[in-house]
């Protein structure tokens, strides 16, 4: 999944024509220390430092992140953010299931990053408006025609009308702060090759770039994704529904949302093609919607982890 805008920004390098290389670098390792300096503007001298010391690799990834990345163009891996499918459907005689969880492994194989992550490609100036916005998560919408295409293939007897890829928002800022650091040490190792090849620009200029594709392409720095790298055992609890419910209540499932799990489960009786049902698959839904409006005091992301992976251990399913 793509996620994708464009904004086209244009350099000024009027104001570092008699600024040296290394003060140049310095003002980069500061700007990068401090959040006062905008990474729009830490990028920018990174371009003026590209175009002297003739690295164009740094240069071309300075434009892609400044003015967003075209299809073609090969996308860092801070860029590729996880996410958690999730949809609505309707079902016969106007019932119905919001907020429903997608499980990835309900789609065919080459189809299954659609409910995993998305690309970010569009500018960096409009990751920052995103990471400004009060919502915890952003909707990344699913196409028309994928819908069309897997709307049975979820749960029992309910047709997916709408989906979409959640994406906390704390990846579109861990994705931010990832291109600051790779500033940050790309600007200290770059400053020791400079001082080395002086009286060598060709060799420093090499030398630089593989300093770059070392720092922005290797495994320099981590995305803080906070939960979206949650991890959680569900326990031995296959066919054992008492054993389901302890699990839940580890997470703050109340005695009373157990209780209509239970209902829903007894309802929706044995599994029918591999498909939940839909009652359950309904009670999943409710306790998300509880969990974004914080009646659950659990993350969302949580939430959304939490439960396919411990209703699917039930059922017997993959996760």
């Given at each position: ?145 994928l819908v069309t295409m897997v709307r049975m293939d979820f749960y029992e007897k309910m047709a997916l009308g ?158």
């Open positions: 999944m793509r996620f994708s805008e464009t904004t086209h920004i244009v350099l000024d390098y009027k104001k570092f024509e008699m600024t040296s290389n290394s003060d140049l670098l310095q003002t980069i390792q500061d700007g990068a220390l401090s959040t006062d300096m905008p990474v729009v503007e830490l990028l920018r001298r990174c371009q003026v430092l590209a175009a002297r010391q003739k690295i164009p690799d740094l240069g071309t990834w300075v434009q892609h992140e400044l003015n967003g990345y075209p299809d073609n163009a090969e996308l860092p891996a801070y860029r590729v953010l996880p996410g958690h499918a999730m949809g609505h459907f309707t079902g016969p005689f106007g019932s119905g299931i919001r907020n429903a969880v997608l499980p990835a492994t309900n789609l065919p194989e080459e189809l299954q990053h659609w409910a995993r992550e998305a690309q970010f490609r569009q500018p960096i100036a409009t990751l920052e408006e995103i990471s400004r916005r009060n919502d915890d998560s952003i909707r990344c919408a699913w196409p028309g025609d709408q989906a979409w890829l959640s994406i906390s928002k704390s990846g579109i800022i861990g994705a931010i702060e990832s291109v600051r650091n790779r500033i940050l040490t790309f600007a200290l190792e770059a400053e020791a090759v400079v001082k080395d090849h002086e009286i060598d620009p060709p060799a420093a200029s090499s030398r630089l770039s593989q300093t770059f594709h070392a720092v922005v392409y290797g495994n320099v720095g981590n995305i803080a994704q906070a939960s979206s790298n949650f991890s959680q055992s569900a326990g031995d609890a296959t066919g054992d529904l008492e054993s389901l419910v302890r699990e839940l209540s580890k997470f703050g499932v109340t005695s009373s949302d157990s209780g209509e799990l239970r209902t829903a489960i007894a309802e929706d009786g044995p599994l029918k093609e591999q498909k939940i049902g839909g009652r359950v698959a309904g009670w999943m839904g409710r306790m998300i919607a509880k969990a974004i409006d914080g009646t659950w005091t659990v993350a969302t992301s949580t939430a959304t982890q939490v439960l396919p992976k411990l209703i699917a251990k039930y059922y017997g399913l993959p996760d």
